[in-house]
C-alpha cells in the first residue's frame, strides 16, 4: 500500500514537469553557433568567460517539481574585443555540448541528446558543470527576431553572442529579454563582440531583474 502512494505521488509529481519536454529551440528568437571554431584560444578568457556565465547562475534545483529555481541573476550581459571571436566561438562551442557530439558515435549522440531533453524530470538535482546550454550567435537581428526574444522563455540556461552589434542593438536585444529575465527558469547571458573593447571581459549594465 505505501509503495502504490509512492509511486502515484512520484507520478504526480514528475507529471508536473512533462511539458518542458515539449520546448525545442526557437529558431526565430536564436540562431546556433555554425561549424567547428578554429583558431587560436586565450586560455585565461575562458577562465574568466566560465566564472562569468556561472556567476549567480543559481544551481537549478528546486526541493518541489513544481516550484522555479532560485536564480539571483538571471540576465547579465559583458563584452570582449572582437578580435576574441575565435575564442568566444570555441567556449560557446564547448558550452552547447557540441564537443560532446563530436566524440560520440551515432548511437551515442542520440542517447546524449536524449539525456539532455529528460533533465527537466529531475528537478531536484543541481545543474551539473558539464550540462549543456543552449547557444545563438546573432550579427544581426531584425524586428522580426527582436519580437520573437520578447515573446521567448528560455528551455535551458542560454549563452546570445552578439557579433559587433551596431545602431543601439544591444539595449534592444536587453530590453527584449526582459521576459527571459522576470519569468524563465534558466540564466541568460548576453556576451557582446565589441571592436571598441579593451582586452579581457568587462560587465555591462542590465535591466533590472527579479531576485529568486
Same mark, same amino acid.
Given at each position: 500500500?505505501?509503495?502504490?502512494?509512492?509511486?502515484?505521488?512520484?507520478?504526480?509529481?514528475?507529471?508536473?514537469?512533462?511539458?518542458?519536454?515539449?520546448?525545442?529551440?526557437?529558431?526565430?528568437?536564436?540562431?546556433?553557433?555554425? #561549424? +567547428?571554431?578554429?583558431?587560436?584560444?586565450?586560455?585565461?578568457?575562458?577562465?574568466?568567460?566560465?566564472?562569468?556565465?556561472?556567476?549567480?547562475?543559481?544551481?537549478? @534545483?528546486?526541493? !518541489?517539481?513544481? $516550484?522555479?529555481?532560485?536564480?539571483?541573476?538571471?540576465?547579465?550581459?559583458?563584452?570582449?574585443?572582437?578580435?576574441? @571571436?575565435?575564442?568566444?566561438?570555441?567556449?560557446?562551442?564547448? !558550452?552547447?555540448?557540441?564537443?560532446?557530439? &563530436?566524440?560520440?558515435?551515432?548511437?551515442?549522440?542520440?542517447?546524449?541528446?536524449? #539525456?539532455?531533453? $529528460?533533465?527537466? $524530470?529531475?528537478?531536484?538535482?543541481?545543474?551539473?558543470? &558539464?550540462?549543456?546550454? %543552449? &547557444? =545563438?550567435?546573432?550579427?544581426?537581428? %531584425?524586428?522580426?527576431?527582436?519580437?520573437?526574444?520578447?515573446?521567448?522563455?528560455?528551455? +535551458?540556461?542560454?549563452?546570445?553572442?552578439? &557579433?559587433?552589434?551596431?545602431?543601439?542593438?544591444?539595449? +534592444?536585444?536587453?530590453?527584449?529579454?526582459?521576459?527571459?529575465?522576470?519569468?524563465?527558469?534558466?540564466?541568460?547571458?548576453?556576451?557582446?563582440?565589441?571592436? #571598441? =573593447? =579593451?582586452? #579581457?571581459?568587462?560587465?555591462?549594465?542590465?535591466?533590472?531583474?527579479?531576485?529568486?
Amino acid at each position: 500500500m505505501l509503495s502504490t502512494v509512492v509511486a502515484t505521488a512520484l507520478l504526480a509529481a514528475v507529471a508536473t514537469r512533462l511539458p518542458r519536454l515539449a520546448r525545442r529551440y526557437d529558431g526565430a528568437a536564436l540562431a546556433p553557433i555554425a #561549424g +567547428r571554431p578554429d583558431g587560436a584560444v586565450d586560455a585565461a578568457l575562458t577562465r574568466a568567460l566560465q566564472a562569468w556565465v556561472a556567476d549567480g547562475a543559481g544551481s537549478g @534545483a528546486t526541493p !518541489l517539481p513544481w $516550484l522555479r529555481p532560485t536564480l539571483p541573476q538571471p540576465l547579465s550581459c559583458a563584452r570582449v574585443p572582437a578580435g576574441a @571571436a575565435a575564442t568566444v566561438r570555441h567556449f560557446g562551442y564547448h !558550452l552547447a555540448g557540441y564537443h560532446q557530439l &563530436d566524440a560520440r558515435s551515432r548511437l551515442g549522440g542520440i542517447l546524449y541528446r536524449l #539525456g539532455v531533453q $529528460l533533465r527537466p $524530470l529531475l528537478w531536484f538535482l543541481p545543474r551539473r558543470a &558539464d550540462e549543456p546550454w %543552449d &547557444d =545563438a550567435w546573432l550579427s544581426v537581428a %531584425d524586428e522580426g527576431r527582436l519580437a520573437a526574444l520578447a515573446r521567448w522563455l528560455p528551455r +535551458r540556461p542560454t549563452l546570445i553572442v552578439l &557579433d559587433q552589434p551596431v545602431g543601439g542593438l544591444t539595449a +534592444r536585444v536587453l530590453a527584449a529579454l526582459s521576459l527571459a529575465a522576470r519569468r524563465g527558469e534558466y540564466p541568460v547571458r548576453v556576451l557582446v563582440l565589441d571592436a #571598441g =573593447a =579593451a582586452p #579581457g571581459l568587462h560587465g555591462l549594465a542590465t535591466p533590472v531583474q527579479r531576485k529568486g
